[in-house]
């Protein structure tokens, strides 16, 4: 994996001293008691032998031990130094990677307090991405953040809409499983409906991941959705329903044929 700003350095590169540099001049704006030259040799020891998940969890905990406040003392600093909206689909990775130990932060730390880190992960994914952060809380939450999901479904930031499907995929790269929807998928459905004619390419993605995930598990479930969806011309929803099918039409299932093929025509090219 790499980072797109520069594709001959490994993206678990950018994760040590000089992200840590970054974050602490940021901190020290916010906080001015921030102990930054310790902070910053602190990631900088503890990175160096790490991956990529090893170093974003290194400098987590180094802002856990150089910011020695309450949880909604340190949400509110690392808040208040995020910046503006991301206004674009693009870049969540690109200039939004040093936001990652923040959401993991959250992740980690905040999992006691529903309310606080749902809001942080709500700012968070508008300049980054919440998809993983979300996770543990709708684990340890379900009714709860299903509720959720499907008010950020209907919000008017793509990110926050986006983060509603891609924040429950079942089976999200990069991520646990969540168990609970492998079983079933049936509460994500009600979100999935609000998305079908979303005019985001960068929502029907996930919204198509997720039903690819969900057929892989529960395909009776998933093609029934889809067999429905599929009455729909709206060209959003046929785009989601081919997008979601990609890997049934490589198995030349006729079922999925069926639902992507023109009206009027015998024959799937």
């Known amino acids: 994996m790499t980072n797109n700003n520069n594709n001959s350095i490994k993206l678990k590169y950018y994760y040590g001293k000089n992200l840590a540099i970054l974050l602490a001049d940021k901190i020290c704006r ?11 040799d602190t990631v900088d020891r503890k990175t160096h032998d ?15 031990e150089y910011l020695p406040l309450p949880y909604a003392e340190v949400v509110k600093i690392m808040v208040s ?14 200039e939004g990677y040093w936001i990652m130990p923040i959401a993991f932060f959250v992740e980690t730390h905040g999992i006691n307090d529903f ?3 749902t809001d942080a992960i709500y700012q968070i994914t508008q300049r980054s991405t919440g998809e993983y952060a979300v996770r543990p809380f709708v684990v340890k939450y379900p009714k709860e953040m299903t509720l959720l999901m499907l008010q950020w479904s209907l919000d ?17 790269p990069w991520a646990k499983k969540l168990e609970q929807f492998v079983s079933d998928p049936g509460p994500i459905l009600p ?10 390419l960068f929502v029907k993605k996930s919204v198509a991941n997720n ?10 479930i998933g093609i029934r959705l889809l067999k429905r969806w599929s009455r729909s011309q709206n060209t959003n929803t046929r785009w989601i329903i081919k997008h979601a099918l990609r890997n049934e039409l490589k198995k030349v299932n006729t079922e999925a044929i069926n639902l992507v093929k023109p009206k009027g025509r015998n024959r799937y090219p």
């Open 81 to 94: 130094i995020l910046g503006p909206p991301n206004p674009h689909e693009t870049g969540m990775f690109k």
């Open 30 to 40: 916010a906080y001015p008691s921030f102990r930054r030259q310790q902070f910053i």
């Open 191 to 200: 979100i999935l409906e609000n998305l079908k004619e979303d005019e985001s």
């Open 156 to 172: 008017s930031n793509v990110h926050v809409r986006r983060l509603s499907s891609e924040g429950l995929r079942p089976r999200l």
């Open 115 to 117: 309310e606080l880190s």
């Open 211 to 220: 039903i690819n995930d969900i057929l892989k598990d529960n395909y009776d």
């Open 50 to 64: 790490l991956e990529l998940k090893g170093r974003i969890s290194a400098i987590t905990e180094a802002l856990h």
